[in-house]
């Protein structure tokens, strides 16, 4: 069985290691990125076929005698568990009953989870390694052929589908005519035995037999058809998946939209390419069936066939057209599907900030605006898809009419038989216009996802440096370098390219004019000239915003270079300045892949500070990290990213800023035990903002505005006395000279601390393993979907009201549409008594039921059927045939026009009720998201959140309609065809019985497996999604440690699992298919032979009447039933919004106190024995913590990473609810205030900086509330405001997700901006200024002593200087204060802990 893959989100495996051979290349290897000839892999530790050790040249030159052996009739079962499909004999593939032992499985089993252990691992042909590598091998050859201009991946798409095509077209020619030999001809051959005056018993059994078997090959053909067409799906999409995830690794850049494009292929566009692989078999279809209809409609009627082809041919066409404007509309809404995805994942990864800031509501109305567009758009097309519905059901019959019409006007006579076998061939072209209109649709919208994927795919690719280094003795070589990053503002919209061209003249004007305009935010490096020498310490320091980062990224090679040399000799370790943490254990995330090396990896840990925190952990090293370190302070995170740095034992470490978010001891730690001591004789790159370790480097770099301003040794710099002594000399302002010397008196916490590696205790923690978990798994529900999901569906569409309107329309809109086929019954048995009559009056037996024996007349013609004895006389019309034919035509014709009408309206109504319905339900749903409390976040990757909102929400948008649309016509439909049949043929009632209960049986059993299948596929699929939103995260992080193999192993295993669950689903619905069929056929047959043994007691064109109402009703059936198990389990991804509506813990205000505008007046805070814990079974993060801030005090809390300082923040915005104690502001009780008034009236300053896309007034004042004046003073007071100016649109400029057009320091400077704009009595700086130079955070305490002087400031720092003109320091350890007091009266005893950090750092004290 199924090895599964755990639910613990993205990295589980990391810890394997791939044992690929040396000798093997490939395309994924990082050195051959860039090789443009294309090397077959082995597949050994990359998919599914490792284990059998099957090269790909193996696999290409054998697939086809692998395929061909499924021909065989029987095949022994397979036992390695994996999907079977593959090695099962023709009869079980054909049957779909290698997946009967599932079915009875599941049911067997019902009311229990479907787990992945239940199921089998995908076969090695459907895994998407195989699929990847062959999609590659096409797209690669398509680009060499064509270019990349000219490049089609529809064209790539054929090729790849191309053997499958060839058997797809054989099978719709197969299936084509066995069904039109049952529609058709069969018809045509029964009704002309029921109307000749002879009884032949080999005849009636030959006619039976092969209507028997007809059937069946029909049911079986269109089976494996569909069956086929699932398969080769499949593998496409898994390869399509595969291609783009390797290329996500290698793109050089990921802009925010790219990146939500991206999740958007992997979310719903990867589903639609495979229901193009199905749906593909109708287009084929088309002029097959138009040839077949069109040779037996002129064998039946001559060139009067045109008529009808005429007809079918125009319907189609407006059809055709229709599906056009929809796939245009499709176009359309991805647009806003791409905002919306994209927002979602901005705002579940900020959500920490929202809430403290309060703007919940501004989020949700931005959201749900891009919701609203994106519905009317949605709403469009319905409108337009209700109309294309419309013309579905007419068309057969106004072919008919038609053509009967004009074939009998001149004079023609026609039988019943030719008259039904005609209708009988229209209705075989009604899946022109019943199922190609889908398939059209899914073809343009594939079409529309694989120009996406194109574009995608052929994006810059990241290159390598070179190692060709000019000096051997140099690390990195940068000589005349010039990089310069790509514009990341929005890409442009279908919209935009018009105002593109109209502005290029001006904008070419602007690059000239403007260094840094809008449509140059890019950042240059200009003429960089840099050796790092091997095993040397180089220093890089300047401004926030000078192009420190920006240089990392250029030796990385992710600045794209414009001109110069770059070499990079050695392997790279890299440390980004937002460390990149994936949800996984704490070793995970340090050794990345690596293989574990207990002695190396306790070095590692005692080196980067980590002992203490492990020590803290509920599980050690094994506890689990929350997606982006969620559960871990700031501290923490870079320790972590810096451990996986050193542990890679790289021969070059890049480190960008690792010291900004520790205090004053673990900073002096990390530089002197890890960076000189443990990377001793390793090249390091470190920027930093901690000055007093520049001395200790052997070469300093000056970074000013993207120029390297000065170099060289610290005394020679100082000697200059150029910009680096000016940044020194405001260093020395607060700091004195000897600041972090390595042979400081150490204290006695931070000896304990520095004990050395092998008196550490053991990391490997023996608690229990659950105790440190974070994230839950996802756990699928069971048993029916439930009638809360389907009521809360009819309430969210308006109420039983709207849902009964909807009712009535689609039982009048059936009613007309069955009524035209009785009305051709009459017409023609009335054509066929006429026609007797005008041979003289003539008397024959007519055998009826009494209870349709009844007198009818019809003034118009004044022909009157008298009954008696069962002997019926015709008494002939008193008007001539033309007026006969006049009647009935109108009479046609006006149902037509009922049925167009009714069937429009219908689905305007429909439409517009099943579109309000899921608006309202994401709305609501979305409401939830925002209110539920920060736990939940912690336990739901934003993948799984994501994939509600994206594949969920895709399922209720489009399919559901559909399916919901097929089912309630179908229902209606069925229920007066039946009543009809068995009204006309009241012996057809035993047959029917029969069935119902044989499928009442089959719906019972087919139901829980279909449904528990869709539940078990729509939930494997939130680790994949959750996958691909971590790597874009870490993207860079990945590459630098050459982790790509892993990685997109790691996607290839949640690909495959998706493709299992997909593959199992599709199963289901043709298993369930085929049995229906087949039991209907039985009744077709048993129905056929009813007519024969009646004949001649029943009118002949009742007998065909009945006929084909059978054949509907049997037909429909069974389509009823897969279709109402399909509309179920479709109901899932309504169920699983639903949840998020009704089943989500959100932060309840029991509000007793409703303070008033000015509240708080004063800024007193109180602190009482408050204990906290983040939930009930971990450990409290503070203890009894009590302290009382008076109004205005300026208050610094300090202590080490992990200390508890952000919780204190926590506490005091109410993210985490209390477990013991109180907090209180002004003298009254937070916990009775309302969470939004009491977030609104504090101000806060995030540890990690965040902005959002849109533009920088939105992300300084999202509500509006300030006029520009007022924004543009809070700019200047953070020190932004000549920056700002320099761009083109200034407030109005674009700013990228998570503000990646600025830096981090210019991040927190907004951030500052947006506090400033606030005014509220409660400031919290949390790190504030961890990531700005030192004559900068001078200033902005200067701004915040002066622009909050009024105000009480909590202000968490590790730079103790940032602290010292507070009022109050307030100390924590563990979750505990230690100390608390003024700075002076702390100074001046020498045992305090303060007065021991300050002689650590030997910071200047300020004069009382």
């Known amino acids: 069985m199924m090895n599964g893959v755990k639910e613990k989100q993205v990295e589980q495996a990391l810890l394997e290691k791939s044992e690929l051979p040396t000798t093997v290349k490939t395309d994924l290897d990082v050195n051959n990125v860039a090789d443009p000839e294309y090397i077959t892999s082995n597949l050994e530790g990359i998919g599914a076929l490792g284990e059998s050790h099957l090269s790909l040249n193996y696999a290409y030159s054998r697939k086809y005698s692998t395929t061909l052996k499924i021909l065989k009739p029987f095949r022994p079962s397979n036992k390695d568990g994996k999907l079977p499909v593959n090695k099962v004999g023709i009869f079980s593939y054909i049957a779909v009953s290698w997946i009967s032992s599932l079915v009875m499985r599941i049911y067997k089993r019902r009311g229990q989870a479907l787990k992945e252990e239940d199921v089998w691992e995908c076969s090695d042909w459907e895994t998407s390694s195989v699929n990847a ?32 095509l060839y058997v797809s077209i054989f099978l719709v020619l197969l299936n084509a005519v066995s069904t039109f030999f049952m529609t058709g001809y069969i018809t045509n051959l029964v009704i002309s035995y029921l109307e000749s005056e002879e009884s032949n018993l080999g005849v009636a059994i030959a006619l039976l037999t092969g209507n028997f078997f007809g059937q069946i090959l029909r049911a079986t053909s269109f089976n494996l058809l569909i069956m086929f067409g699932v398969h080769t799906g499949v593998r496409y999409r898994a390869g399509v998946l595969g291609l783009v995830y390797k290329k996500f690794m290698k793109v050089q850049s990921l802009p925010g939209k790219v990146s939500s494009q991206v999740i958007t292929i992997f979310g719903t566009d990867a589903l639609r390419l495979h229901i193009n692989c199905v749906t593909l078999a109708f287009l084929l279809a088309v002029p097959v069936y138009i040839i077949i209809a069109t040779i037996y409609s002129y064998y039946l009627i001559g060139p009067w066939c045109v008529i009808a082809l005429s007809v079918f041919i125009f319907c189609y066409q407006v059809q055709a057209r229709l599906n056009v404007m929809i796939s245009n509309l499709r ?4 647009v806003f599907t791409d905002q919306r ?23 949700l109305d931005v959201i749900k605006a891009i919701r609203t567009n994106e519905v009317r758009i949605l709403m469009k097309a319905a409108v337009i898809n209700s109309v294309a519905s419309a013309i579905i059901p007419i068309t057969p019959s106004v072919a008919t009419v038609s053509t009967l019409a004009a074939y009998m006007a001149f004079g023609n006579d026609i039988t019943a038989s030719t008259a039904f076998a005609l209708a009988a061939t229209m209705e075989f072209l009604r899946v022109l216009l019943t199922s190609v209109p889908f398939a059209t649709r899914m073809y343009g919208e594939s079409k529309v996802a694989m120009k996406r994927i194109k574009k995608f795919l052929i994006r810059d690719e990241y290159t390598p440096p070179t190692n060709q280094v000019k000096d051997e003795m140099n690390a990195v070589e940068i000589h005349d370098g010039v990089f310069q990053w790509e514009d990341l503002t929005d890409l442009p919209n279908e919209n935009d390219k018009k105002k593109k061209k109209q502005k290029k003249k001006e904008e070419e004007k602007n690059v000239l004019n403007s260094p840094r305009s809008e449509s140059t935010a890019s950042f240059n490096l200009d003429d960089i000239q840099f050796n790092v020498k091997k095993g040397h310490l180089v220093g890089i320091c300047g401004s926030v915003g000078s192009g420190k980062s920006s240089l990392m990224s250029a030796i990385l090679g992710r600045m794209p270079k414009l001109t110069g040399h770059l070499a990079v000799d050695g392997s790279v370790g890299y440390a980004a300045q937002q460390a990149f943490i994936f949800n996984g254990t704490l070793r995970e995330n340090v050794l990345f892949g690596k293989s574990y090396d207990s002695i190396w990896y306790k070095t590692v840990i005692y080196a980067c500070g980590l002992e203490p925190d492990i020590a803290l952990l509920p599980n050690g090293d094994q506890t689990e990290i929350g997606e982006r370190g969620i559960n871990i302070s700031g501290g923490q995170k870079q320790r972590l990213s810096l451990a996986r740095a050193v542990y890679s034992k790289s021969d070059i470490y890049l480190l960008d800023d690792p010291l900004s978010a520790v205090d004053v001891h673990v900073g002096r730690h990390l530089f002197h035990k890890c960076i000189k001591k443990t990377l001793k004789g390793k090249t390091i790159i470190l920027v930093t903002h901690q000055l007093q370790y520049l001395h200790h480097c052997d070469e300093i770099l000056v970074i000013e505005e993207g120029k390297i301003a000065e170099r060289g040794q610290h005394d020679d710099l100082i000697a200059r006395n150029g910009y680096y002594g000016s940044m020194m000399g405001q260093f020395h302002a607060t700091t004195s000279h000897n600041a972090a010397t390595g042979d400081s008196k150490e204290s006695p916490s931070q000896q304990s601390q520095n004990q050395s590696p092998d008196k550490s205790k053991e990391t490997d923690s023996k608690s229990d393993e659950n105790k440190g978990n974070l994230t839950e798994k996802e756990e699928a529900r069971v048993g029916d979907v439930s009638w809360g999901t389907y009521k809360s569906y009819i309430n969210a569409g308006g109420g039983y009201v709207p849902m009964t309107v909807v009712m009535f329309l689609v039982i009048i809109s059936v009613a007309v549409l069955v009524f035209t086929d009785w009305w051709l019954g009459i017409w023609l048995r009335d054509n066929d008594e006429y026609a007797k009559y005008l041979g003289g009056n003539i008397t024959f037996n007519n055998t009826v039921p009494p209870n349709t024996s009844t007198p009818n007349s019809i003034s118009n013609f004044n022909q009157t059927y008298n009954i008696e004895n069962n002997n019926s006389t015709f008494l002939g019309p008193s008007e001539d045939s033309h007026a006969r034919l006049r009647f009935y035509i109108s009479i046609y014709i006006g149902s037509m026009i009922g049925i167009l009408v009714f069937t429009i309206i219908k689905g305007l109504a429909q439409s517009m009720m099943m579109m309000r319905s899921t608006r309202l339900l994401h709305n609501r749903a979305l409401a939830n998201i925002m209110k539920a409390p920060m736990s939940f976040f912690d336990a739901n990757p934003a993948g799984r959140i994501l994939n509600r909102f994206s594949q969920d929400l895709d399922e209720s948008d489009v399919f559901l309609p559909i399916y919901i649309d097929v089912l309630l016509r179908l229902l209606v439909m069925t229920v007066m065809s039946l009543a009809s049949a068995i009204y006309n043929l009241p012996w057809t009632c035993i047959a029917i019985v ?20 869709k539940r078990f596929e729509t939930i494997v699929k939130s680790p994949l999604l959750n996958h691909v939103t971590a790597s874009a995260q870490g993207l860079f992080t990945i590459v630098s440690f050459k982790q790509q193999k892993q990685f997109i192993k790691e996607c290839m295993k949640f690909t495959d699992v998706t493709s299992t669950g997909l593959f199992l689903f599709e199963g289901m619905m043709r298993w369930i298919e085929l049995r229906l069929d087949v039991t209907a056929s039985i009744m077709i047959v048993a129905t056929m032979l009813a007519m024969v043994l009646m004949k001649g007691t029943i009118p002949p064109a009742f007998a065909a009447l009945s006929y084909t109402l059978c054949v509907r009703v049997v037909s429909s059936m069974q389509f009823i039933v897969r279709v109402a198990n399909e509309t179920e389990s ?13 089943n989500i813990e959100t932060e309840e205000d029991s509000a007793s106190v409703i303070p008033d505008e000015s509240w708080p007046q004063d800024g007193r805070l109180i602190f009482s024995n408050v204990m906290m814990r983040y939930r009930k079974d971990m450990d409290p993060v503070l203890r009894n913590i009590s302290f009382d801030i008076k109004p205005k005090q300026k208050v610094g809390i300090v202590g080490r990473t992990g200390a508890g300082k952000s919780s204190l923040a926590t506490a ?20 009775h205030i309302p969470r939004k008034t009491l977030r609104s009236r504090l101000a806060t300053i995030p540890q990690d900086p965040v902005l959002f896309t849109g533009t920088l007034r939105y992300n300084l004042d999202p509500f509006d509330k300030y006029t520009d004046e007022v924004v543009w003073a809070a700019v200047e007071q953070a020190h932004m405001k000549e920056k700002i100016k320099s761009y083109g649109d200034k407030l109005q400029m674009k700013v990228e997700e998570n503000g990646e057009n600025f830096s981090v320091g210019e991040r927190q400077l907004i951030c500052l901006a947006r506090a400033i704009l606030r005014r509220n009595k409660i400031l919290v700086l949390d790190e504030a200024t961890a990531s700005i130079d030192t004559s900068t955070d001078a200033m902005i305490q200067q701004t915040i002593r002066e622009s909050f002087s009024d105000c009480t400031v909590l202000t968490i720092a590790h730079r103790l ?8 320091i307030l100390i924590l350890e563990a979750g505990e204060v230690l100390e608390t007091g003024k700075p002076q009266d702390l100074l001046s005893n020498p045992e305090s802990v303060f007065n021991r950090m300050i002689r650590a750092q030997t910071v200047k004290t300020p004069s009382p």
């Open 994 to 1013: 029969v069935v119902c209960v044989v499928f009442y049986i089959f719906k019972t059993i087919s139901a829980e497996s279909t449904r528990q299948i």
């Open 133 to 164: 590598d062959r999609l590659d091998k096409l797209w690669r050859k398509e680009v060499e052929d064509h270019g990349k201009g000219k490049a089609s991946f529809l064209r790539t798409w054929l090729k790849f589908t191309q053997t499958r």
């Open 1361 to 1368: 200087n940032t602290v010292l003109h507070c009022d109050v």
């Open 341 to 363: 995805i994209r927002k979602m994942k901005e705002v579940l990864y900020s959500m920490k900030m929202i809430k403290m800031y309060g703007w919940e509501d501004s989020f």
């Open 1130 to 1142: 479709r109901f899932t991804s309504v169920e699983r919004i639903h949840d998020y509506e009704s």
């Open 1212 to 1231: 005091l915005f109410r993210l985490c609810e209390l477990s013991e104690g109180h907090i209180s502001i002004d003298g009254m009780d937070i916990a």
């Open 331 to 334: 176009r359309k809404t991805l």
